[in-house]
Structure formats: C-alpha cells, structure tokens
C-alpha cells in the first residue's frame, strides 16, 4: 500500500475514534476501549472485568493487566469473525449443543420445579407401605377402552367398600401378575403372590401418578382410580413412617420347606415347626446368647456371619421392612414371618436420610429424568400459549376439526417409515394461530414427517394423530419460546455470546498456534537451535559399576581394587563358580536421585580411582561430560510448549501491528475503591 495513502486512511481512523470517544463521554456510559471498528463503554468493561475479579481488591497493576489480556481477546474474536470461522457447520453445531444444554433451564415453569422438588424432598422423609389392584390400559387407548377399564376398577372398589377382602380381590382380579400365587402341574403353591401388596416405598421408587396416588391418601383409606400409563389403579394405604433410609442387618433365617411335592398337611406342619425353632431362637437371645452364636445354633456351623448390605425400604417383603422402624443401631427385631420363612434381624448400621445442599441438587437432578418433569414442561407450555394469544382455529359449521382430516388421509405408510408430507398436500386448512403466526395442516403434515408412528397399532390411528398433533403444539410453543431467549434475558445473552467468542477463538488458536506447534517440524527444529543452550544436560558422569553380590564380597572386592588389580580379570576370579560381582556402565546425572547426587560428588572430589558406595556397590569414573543442549526427542513436550508461546507472541504482536487501538485508561482506573 501507497505510504501516503496508508498514513491518510490511519488520520482519518483516528479521528473517527476521537469522534466517538467525544460524543460519549458527556453520556453516563461512556466508550472507554476502542479495538479497529468495535467500542466498549465503560459499564461492559467493569460488568466484564467484575465477573473474574473482585472490585473490592483491585490495583491499577491488575487493571492494566487485564485490560492487555482483553485487548488481546476481543483481537483474536476479530480476527476469527474476519475469516468467516463463525460459518464452519461443525462450530455452529458444536454451538447449537451448548444452547440446548443452556435452554432447557430458561424452558419450564420454575415456580412448578420449585414445587416439584419440595414435594420430592417432603415425601423422601416418609415411607409408605401400599397395596394396590391394578385393571391394566393403555394410555393411548381408545376412548371405549378406557372407558371399560374405568368402570371395571370402578366395580372392584364399590366391592371393597362393600367389605369384601382386598387382598383376596386383588389375588383374583388384579392384572398385576406379582398379586397371583404360582401353582405347579398339580396345582399345588410353588410361590406365594403378594396379594396385591407392595410393601413400602419412598419417593422415586414408583412412576409418579402412582406415587402421588399413595402419599396423597390417608392411612387406612382406598383411593380413588389413579390412572398410569399402565393403567388405572386402586391403592390401599396400610402404614407411614418416618424415613428408615438405609441401614445394614445381620439376620437369623429359617426358611420354610418349599418343595412343590409338599401336600397342605406337611406344609402346614413344616410351618408350625420352623414358629417354633424360631421362638426357640428369639429366647436365646433373649436370655443372653451373642447373635453370631444364636446363628449358628440355628442356621447351621456353616452359615456365612456377612451383612446384609446396605438397603431401603423398597428391598424386602413390608413385615420384613416394618420390623426394622423402631430399631436403633445393634439392636434385634422380634420374630418375623414372610412368605420365605422366620428371621430375626438385626441391625448393625443406620444411614438416616438427610435433607441439605446436596440432597437438594441430587433430587433436582432425578427429576430432570423422572416423568414428574413433565408437570413443569405442560405448566411451561400453557404459560407460552397463554402469552403468545394461542387459538385454534374452529371448524365452519358442518365441518369437521382438522386434525380430523388426517384420520382419514393417512394410511398404512405412516406405519411403516414410508409416509412424506407430500403424500397430503392437498391438506390446507389453519389448524392454529400462536405469536401471531398461523400453523396449518402442512406445518402438522411436516411434524408427522419427521415422527412418524414407525410400529405402531395401526387400529390406534385416531388416538396416534390426537396424541402427536398435541405433541405438535407443544413443541410449537417451545421452539416460539426458545427463538426468544437472547431478548427475553440478557444472562443468556451473554452466555452465548461467550460460548461463541470461547468456540471461535479455540479454533482460531487451534490453527495459529497449537496444531501448527505440533505439525511444523521445520519451524519446530530452527526454534529449537535457537533455545536448545535453556535446555542443557548437568554434569554427567559415565561411571563403571561394579555390584557385589553381598558384604562379604565387596569386602574381597575392596582389597582386589586396593591392589590397583586388573579390572580385565575380576569376572574370572569373582564369578568363576557362582555370579558373585556384575559390571555396566551407567550414567550418573546430577539432579535426578538422592543416590546420583552422593554417587556424583564423591566421584569429582575424591582422589581414589574407585569409590565404594551403599549396597555393596562400587564405581569408577569412566568420562566426565560436561553441560550440553539435551537432544529435541527428548525434550519434545517442552519444546513445543515453549514454541506455542512463542507463536501466540508474535501473533499477538502481528494482531497489534494491524491494529488502531485506544484506551482511556483515566476512566477505567476509577474502578479502583
């Protein structure tokens, strides 16, 4: 470029930035930096500078410190804008994961993860013990199904109230298969069922609709139909208590007979017999004798003395579990029956449940994968719809709704992965208005596109279409919601702004200093001549060593060397029956062990030609060699770490030569209190 021309076009920049630094600083945010086109006031810098550092403490060194460090920033961020880096598919796709991640909080209702996580909280300080009966439907049944379903539960609950047994109930009409005993060929019980009981559970141990049915019944109460994606439930409340949380037990088992060839008679016989060796049992201990002793009495020399390891209360059988509540630390349960046989538990650890900081966030964390999340994601979506006028289109008189239109336009190709958006083109009525914005049967036709019902019942269509155009508006009103969040909240702003400043500059930094360190073996080798004196060897000793077998040895060996004997002859004479003395040569270098160092300063301050060291061990010196530049394969890592920042040097140092830049220092020094 013309010198002339260059020292005009520099005048004319530099006039233009002391036009914009005279027209703000009469404004309350004045410009404080100017880097080629971009400014920053005064309030972004301290905002900037604040967020990594501490006001209250800072030095004009500090900031004259990082204002260098962001100088060099928001250079390298031009620089990288400049090349178009903010274009490459894989950058903007590595940015578009970290915006995901980032939404997803600003994208649910807080007020209802709030609530979500104190009711979380609350009911992981009780537990409840439930028996349930379950008449089994699909959530995407069809209206006649679940109607079916309903009256049938309906039914049995009318019975119950009536006063028939629930567990007897629950046995013959519950299509929980865990409520039914197991019969053999002959029809004899191989396994009890639990007769529609569940034991006791704690929050996160059932699906949430279960779990609310059961904590929001009181003990000794049959709920009304709760409806899970299995189906619609009865739950009977039997007991509450205070968290077990986990604990650990030892315990005296004797189990019942369970050969399936038993008749009742002996099964009943067998029953009575181990009540009473249990008893027997529980008497002992009773009257003094050490549980492990009271085990193998009972259990047999044999039996194993290991715990139980930790366990809840969702672990065993609810006696079992009950049993344990008001035990402390090694104390034992009375005798307890379950359908395996008798125990006699002991506890010997207790872990309470405790509610703090961690407990808080790990609950926070479970919900984000539990199906309660749901709630905070529909209350989300209603807020959205409600904010943004959301109205669906009604249907002319004697018209059907659209999404009706689809039940009877698709076909089997939307089952099979066949099915395209084309297939319905002729589709186009207004199905829905939100943000202003009109959705038709083609922006649905897209959605089914994308998700289709891939092995799905093909008799479901109807549900299947209901169910996705839902799914269709709710994500909808996401995606409106999530295309707002840079002008919406200007922390999620900043943070992909920083996110994307971050990405570009690494790429940037990626090419110009840690790829090209690490592949330019040219460049790398003259950096290397020209710091290989920074990188030398200490003074090395190539030595003869000479190692004995055992004192005694080098005791002979110490006279042979006294005798100034010929080395030549020492393997013929100390290892000519068995491998008494073994000669190398090695290294010593000054620096590396304790040893080394002893070994070196006696070798270059004694007169004697050998030296005898610790463990029987003797050395000679065969060559002194003096510093020298260690060799680059073996100092390679260094190197480059060093040749890396040299190249961001002289980047740096490039960037600022192509650079106009102003600081009014002044200003910016009056963040110093």
């Known amino acids: 470029m013309n010198k002339n021309i260059f020292t005009l076009l520099t005048a004319l920049l530099l006039c233009s930035i002391n036009m914009i630094w005279a027209q703000n600083t009469t404004a309350s945010d004045p410009v404080v930096i100017v880097i080629n086109k971009d400014s920053v006031t005064f309030s972004e810098f301290r905002n900037t500078y604040a967020k990594n550092n501490d006001l209250s403490k800072v030095s004009q060194k500090d900031i004259d410190n990082y204002i260098d460090l962001y100088i060099n920033f ?13 274009t490459i598919e894989r950058l903007q796709n590595e940015l578009e994961g970290y915006r995901e991640q980032a939404a997803g909080q600003y994208l649910t209702d807080k007020d209802v993860d709030e609530r979500i996580i104190n009711e979380a909280l609350d009911r992981m300080q009780w537990d409840i013990r439930c028996s349930h009966i379950l008449k089994k439907v699909a959530l995407d049944a069809s209206p006649a199904d679940t109607l079916a379903a309903y009256n049938a539960i309906m039914n049995i609950r009318n019975r119950i109230i009536q006063g028939e047994d629930f567990a007897t109930i629950a046995q013959a009409e519950s299509d929980d298969p865990s409520a039914k005993d197991k019969l053999s060929a002959g029809g004899n019980i191989i396994q009890y069922g639990n007769h529609g009981d569940l034991g006791y559970f704690t929050v996160f141990d059932m699906i949430y609709s279960f779990e609310c049915g059961a904590y929001n019944t009181p003990v000794g109460q049959l709920s009304m139909p709760i409806r899970s994606e299995f189906g619609y439930h009865l739950i009977f409340v039997q007991d509450k208590q205070p968290a077990l949380g986990k604990r650990k037990a030892k315990q005296i088992l004797l189990p019942f007979n369970r050969n399936v060839n038993l008749n009742e008679a002996e099964r009943s016989a067998n029953a009575k017999q181990v009540e009473e060796r249990i008893k027997e049992a529980y008497a002992d201990l009773q009257q003094g004798m050490n549980f492990e002793e009271a085990r193998k009495k009972y259990m047999g020399e044999t039996v194993s003395a290991n715990e139980i390891p930790l366990f809840g209360c969702n672990r065993f059988e609810g006696d079992f579990i009950a049993a344990l509540y008001p035990l402390k630390k090694n104390e034992y349960s009375r005798p307890v029956k379950t359908m395996y046989g008798w125990h006699i538990i002991l506890v010997t650890d207790v872990v309470p449940v405790e509610i703090n900081k961690d407990t808080r966030a790990n609950v926070k964390s479970r919900i984000m994968r539990d199906s309660r999340s749901n709630k905070s994601k529909e209350a989300f979506v209603e807020r959205v719809k409600k904010e943004n006028g959301f109205q669906e289109i009604k249907p002319k ?39 202003g914005k009109t959705y038709t049967q083609k922006d649905f036709a897209r959605y089914l596109e994308k998700y289709p019902f891939t092995n799905l019942d093909p008799s479901e269509l109807k549900v299947l279409v209901n169910y996705a155009y839902k799914r269709f508006i709710e994500r909808t009103a996401i995606e409106l919601e999530n295309s707002k969040l840079e002008d919406k909240y200007p922390a999620f702003a900043n943070l ?33 001549e020209s710091v290989k004196d920074q990188y030398l060897y200490p003074i090395r000793i190539q030595a003869l060593r000479i190692k004995c077998v055992d004192a005694a040895t080098a005791d002979k060996v110490n006279k042979y060397l006294a005798h100034n004997k010929a080395i030549s002859a020492m393997n ?47 050395y000679r010196t065969l060559q002194v060699l003096q510093p020298s530049p260690k ?29 106009h830049i102003w600081v009014d220092r002044t200003r910016i020094y009056q963040l110093i209190k």
Request: negative net charge; proline residues 2%.
């Open 631 to 659: 060799p680059l394969k073996e100092i390679k890592g260094i190197v480059i770490s060093a040749y890396q920042d040299k190249l961001e040097q002289d980047w740096i140092k490039e960037l600022h030569n192509n650079a």
């Open 496 to 528: 992909m702004k920083e996110y994307k400043e971050g990405i570009l500059i690494y790429e940037l930094s990626e090419n110009k200093i840690w790829r090209k360190a690490e592949n330019d073996s040219v460049g790398l080798e003259k950096f290397y």
């Open 572 to 618: 013929s004479k100390f290892n000519h029956k068995n491998v008494s003395i073994v000669m190398d040569t090695v290294m010593l270098e000054k620096g590396k062990t304790k040893d080394n160092d002893i070994i070196v300063r006696l070798l270059t301050s004694d007169n004697s030609d050998y030296i005898a060291c610790q463990d029987n061990t003797f």
């Open 397 to 435: 008189k004697g018209t059907r709704p659209p999404v009706e239109d689809f039940y009877i336009a698709l076909d089997s190709n939307i089952f099979v992965g066949k099915y395209t958006a084309d297939m319905v083109d002729y589709l186009q009525r207004d199905m829905f208005v939100l943000g």
């Open 74 to 86: 928001r250079l390298k961020y031009q620089q990288a804008m400049d090349m178009q880096l903010d």
